[in-house]
């Protein structure tokens, strides 16, 4: 199964077309609605303009969703959508249910993505084919608008969650997350257990998952200049891989997750691999973490699960961790600022169902500012997403390899939730609606020698 999905290093994109987006959303318009809604409210009902404010504040909410919703209706695409296939609906899917066929079963019609993705996983829709080559076609049959479902979650959840984050909000969400079962994860992931983006060193053969994931290992080992003795931490460290990768290069190396699985799959791989006197791995919430030092520290996608609200707070506990002459690299997976509707349906999925609470997913330059703010300087960064692309496409392939073992023990529905996350995440990622940033970075003081960055800027030495 799925060996058509071994033959290309990335993922073609058969038809790329752009979809509507911020090109002619205005911010001016938006806040005009926001502020002019309760002026109107309140000359209309007859209410002493002492109220205004009031009422201002009762209807921000509402009005700003309202212009959203309408603007996602009226907007035209960035650019013209030329080749795609203009074929109906039912070339696509097969809808199981009446209800459904009577809403949308007419040729011409196209689905709100958010309903076409919430009945499949409750198969009342099957798709015909492969669910990659069907959601290649999206623009063909299906509408990127805010559905009722996606309004009122993130109203009730998204905004109430990403204004908390509290230790028991993060604990329950991730642990119940990384903690399903390791064989779930195993099964997209294959033996390495990384679960980021890996690397590619050529798009002309197509190295396996397993070669990706070592280049990204020894990228980052060779980012930070790890060396033997290093006191390395690696924050949320998954399953372990890069702290065991560190100890073997000879650091000493403590990982920490919240996840209790992760943790003891992490110490049995640093034991086969006969480094487990260097590696310790901590369960525990990061603002628990004890008042050490490290040489060097790592973050490779667990930041975004900090939060907006915590992020400098965390920032600022990394820098009074990392010794004077230290390096931080963080890796984290980044949206863009010139986004498109789509990029935001697919990335209130992925807070729903992948990675709730994981909200400190944004453009670069807020992380850029985060990080010089809590007083770093930036070395290097390197966008990285048509690599997590290609190694998002490995983890597609792996599942659709897996399907019946998955099906058996977790369901058709998180079977079919975690198709949908890894084949629309290949597309996501390969069109640069979402992407990863890798930076590195250090304390900005006087002291700090920057002259051991030299050797690496290649670019200077022809
Ligand atoms: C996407 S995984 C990345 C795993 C790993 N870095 C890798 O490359 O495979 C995110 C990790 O962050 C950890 N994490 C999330 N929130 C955390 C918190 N509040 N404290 C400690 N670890 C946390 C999770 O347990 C998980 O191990």
């Known amino acids: 199964m799925a060996s058509k999905h071994d033959i290309h290093p990335v993922a073609p994109a058969p038809f790329p077309v752009e979809g509507p987006g911020n090109a002619f959303f205005s911010n001016s318009r938006l806040a005009l609605t926001i502020l002019a809604v309760p002026l109107v409210l309140v000359v209309l009902v007859g209410l002493p303009l002492s ?3 009031f009422v201002a504040l009762l209807t921000a909410l509402p009005s700003f969703a309202a212009y959203n919703v309408w603007y996602c209706h009226v907007a035209p695409p960035i650019r013209p959508q030329k080749g795609l296939p203009g074929a109906p609906l039912d070339t696509y899917m097969e809808f199981k249910d009446k209800d459904l066929a009577a809403a949308y079963g007419q040729p011409t019609a196209k689905i709100p993505i958010e309903i076409f993705f919430e009945n499949y996983f409750e198969q009342k829709i099957d798709v015909k084919g492969d669910l990659l080559d069907v959601l290649e076609a999206r623009h063909d049959w299906a509408r990127f608008v805010w559905s009722w479902g996606q309004v009122s979650f993130f109203l009730t959840q998204w905004i109430p969650e990403t204004l908390w984050h509290s230790k028991k909000q993060d604990e329950d969400q991730v642990r119940e997350h990384y903690d399903r079962g390791d064989d779930f994860y195993e099964a997209f992931l294959g033996p390495m257990m990384v679960y980021t983006s890996g690397v590619m060193t050529t798009t002309d053969s197509r190295e396996t998952l397993e070669e990706m994931q070592q280049n990204k290992l020894n990228m980052i080992t060779k980012k930070i200049n790890l060396k033997p003795g290093d006191r390395m931490l690696d924050i949320g460290c998954g399953w372990g891989t890069l702290a065991v990768h560190g100890a073997k290069q000879g650091a000493n190396a403590t990982g920490l997750t919240l996840a209790k699985k992760q943790a003891a799959w992490g110490m049995g791989k640093a034991a086969e691999a006969g480094v487990a006197d260097r590696v310790n791995i901590l369960c525990m919430d990061y603002r628990d973490l004890p008042k050490e030092k490290f040489d060097k520290i790592t973050c490779v996608e667990m930041a975004e699960h900090v939060g907006v609200l915590r992020f400098q707070t965390f920032l600022l506990q990394v820098r009074e961790m990392l010794e004077d002459d230290g390096v931080f690299y963080i890796q984290v997976a980044g949206l863009r600022r010139s986004w498109q509707y789509e990029d935001l349906m697919w990335g209130l999925f992925m807070a729903k169902y992948i990675f709730p609470g994981a909200d400190a997913s944004t453009p670069l330059n807020w992380f850029i500012e985060q990080l010089e703010r ?3 300087e930036i070395q290097s960064t390197e966008t990285l997403g048509v690599h997590y692309s290609a190694t ?25 939730i975690w198709e949908y996350f890894l084949a629309y ?19 900005n003081l006087n002291s700090f020698t920057r002259q051991q960055w030299v050797p690496r800027q290649k670019w200077v030495q022809g």
């Not at 599942?399 to 079919?416: A, C, E, H, S």
């Open 374 to 376: 809590a007083g770093f």
């Open 392 to 416: 998002i496409y490995r983890w597609y392939s792996n599942w659709l390899k897996n399907k019946d073992t998955i099906i058996d023990k977790y369901g058709v529905r998180w079977f079919r």
């Open 425 to 443: 995440s290949t597309i996501v990622a390969r069109q640069g609606s979402a992407t990863v940033f890798s930076i590195v970075c250090h304390k």
């Open 51 to 53: 109220l205004y404010p």
